[in-house]
């Protein structure tokens, strides 16, 4: 199979709605990441400016990184951390009372190798109420993350995991239950 690069910088991945939306929020990211670290509430409104759903209490980093804001959903004392990137191409809903830690990856895209053209792939990641996602872990594509679950550093989340497990390791394995 020869891949067709052509093919795939010619397809359509975007809206004009869209693109005009990725431009804005472009242009507004300083606002955002420039600001000072105490003002959560400043980020979550900013979030909120562009259609986020944004539960009360919500603390994100100003260097974490959201790709489309209108894409996501964060519930009430949910927090995210330092250069946490959320990669949510397509939608990206995060529990109640969740923690993303400090450089945690969160990707809800990917391209499909099967074809030759490789079209992108917006895929929904789902986090459950109360989870822990700790420090540099991967939460891959169209990945649930059930509720009370703990994704351990370094993790590599490829399947599912399930309501109350701890899973550590690449690729990541249960290894307890919370």
């Known amino acids: 199979m020869n891949l067709d690069i052509a093919a795939n910088r010619a397809a359509r991945k ?39 759903k944004i539960g009360k209490g919500v603390q994100i980093h100003p260097s974490a990184r959201v790709s489309i804001p209108w894409q996501l959903e ?13 990669y949510n191409l397509g939608p990206m809903k995060i529990g109640s009372k969740v923690t993303i830690s400090q450089r945690a990856h969160l990707c809800g895209g990917s391209h499909d190798f099967r074809d030759p053209a490789m079209p992108l792939i917006k895929s929904p990641i789902e986090i459950g109420d109360q989870c822990w996602i700790c420090a540099d872990a991967f939460v891959g594509p169209g990945k649930i993350i059930g ?22 390791g690449n690729p990541a394995c249960q290894v307890g239950t919370r």
């Open 147 to 168: 509720e009370r679950a703990v994704v351990g550093a370094r993790a590599v989340v490829m399947k599912d995991v399930a309501a109350g497990a701890i899973v550590a």
């Open 14 to 52: 975007w809206s004009r709605k869209e693109l005009l939306g990725r431009v804005l929020w472009a242009v507004c990211q300083p606002l955002f990441r420039f600001s000072p670290r105490l003002l959560w509430g400043w980020r979550c409104m900013m979030l909120r400016v562009f259609r986020a």
């Open 74 to 86: 964060i519930g009430d004392w949910s927090s995210v951390g330092f250069d946490a990137l959320l």
